[in-house]
């Protein structure tokens, strides 16, 4: 399986300046990826940020480059993402003060001035690299987010049933060109949930929509694929966009080691946000009751949309993939 997040290459000497405060700080050099074989999120379309008001780009500063995920802000302190995107490729984790996130904007963080950064990084405890389970964890902010910057999203709590309304927004490569560089926008591109047993042929650990994975399997050659890692899987069935779960993996026929996006046969696996209810409401102090959709919220309305078409994006700035038996992360 293929991981979402990627190594970003110091081949500029631009560095990017984030503003946190009142303080500058130089993150090193300008963005471009270094992963060898990258395929875009295929038929991607922008999106926008008032369909995705939670979206968060991840930027990790390794200082001579740096590595990207995304992820979805559930609160004005936390942001739901991958437990992958928290992890070094030594399984080191990153030290909080090198992870920066930005919010309330189209733009990725090159271009956003709205950036906040990690004060704690909280993997799920069970995570498991080798097999990609657990794949879920949290990043508590050092100062909490206003409304009029990013409005936080509520996690999906009914059923995952096949074909239904949902979709994932991010920034990520846009091309399957070696030397691709991440999308300066956020995008989104439309998948289909399925319960096939072609699911458990492409990762043996998923048993069921309901439980700790997601499936989407590809249609139209639509992926979410290398730089997509943490970002959200949206409910789109409702206004407010309820986060399903959060990018972790992806499989295809073909070559193991780094399998394709996008092909007939392939398909993504997302971690559920719900069925980890107790573990994010444990950790971030926060009631499942202000965590969870309500359907019956003033901020909801349902909307008429085509079953089997979700929205996803390029949910991350960039995707290193991890081997995973026969599978690469996402």
């Not at 008001?53 to 609160?75: D, K, Q, T, V, W």
Request: charged share 10%.
């Amino acid at each position: 399986m293929r991981i979402r997040f990627s190594l970003i290459s110091g081949l500029s000497q631009i560095a990017v300046v984030l503003k946190l405060g009142t303080q500058v700080h130089a993150l090193g050099p300008k963005m471009v990826t270094q992963t060898p074989r990258i395929e875009k999120v295929i038929n991607g379309t922008p999106a926008s940020i008032s369909d995705f008001p939670y979206a968060a780009f991840i930027y990790i500063n390794l200082r001579n480059s740096g590595e990207a995920c995304a992820g979805a802000l559930i609160s004005p302190n936390y942001v739901l993402t991958a437990a992958h995107c928290l992890f070094n490729s030594d399984n080191s984790q990153f030290n909080p003060s090198d992870v920066y996130i930005g919010l309330g904007s189209q733009y990725n963080i090159e271009q956003n001035n709205q950036i906040y950064q990690a004060s704690q990084l909280i993997p799920n405890e069970k995570f498991n690299p080798v097999q990609v389970t657990d794949d879920i964890g949290l990043i508590k902010l050092s100062r909490s987010v206003p409304a009029s910057v990013a409005v936080p999203g509520k996690i999906y709590n009914q059923e995952i049933v096949d074909n239904m309304p949902a979709s994932a927004a991010g920034w990520g490569i846009t091309s399957n060109d070696a030397n691709a560089t991440i999308s300066s926008i956020l995008l989104e591109v439309p998948l289909v949930i399925s319960s096939s047993s072609q699911c458990q042929t492409l990762n043996p650990n998923w048993n069921g929509n309901n439980k700790r994975t997601v499936c989407t399997l590809n249609q139209n050659n639509q992926d979410t694929c290398y730089g997509d890692s943490g970002g959200p899987l949206s409910y789109t069935g409702d206004n407010s966009r309820p986060v399903i779960g959060v990018t972790s993996i992806g499989n295809a026929p073909g070559n193991p080691e780094r399998p394709d996006c996008g092909l007939p046969g392939g398909g993504a696996f997302y971690t559920h946000a719900f069925y980890y209810i107790d573990w994010i409401s444990k950790n971030t102090g926060i009631s499942k009751s202000n965590l969870v959709f309500d359907p019956n919220s003033k901020y909801s309305s349902a909307i008429n949309v085509q079953p089997g078409f979700l929205y996803i994006c390029a949910l991350s700035a960039f995707s290193a993939y991890i081997l995973l038996s026969n599978n690469m992360f996402l």
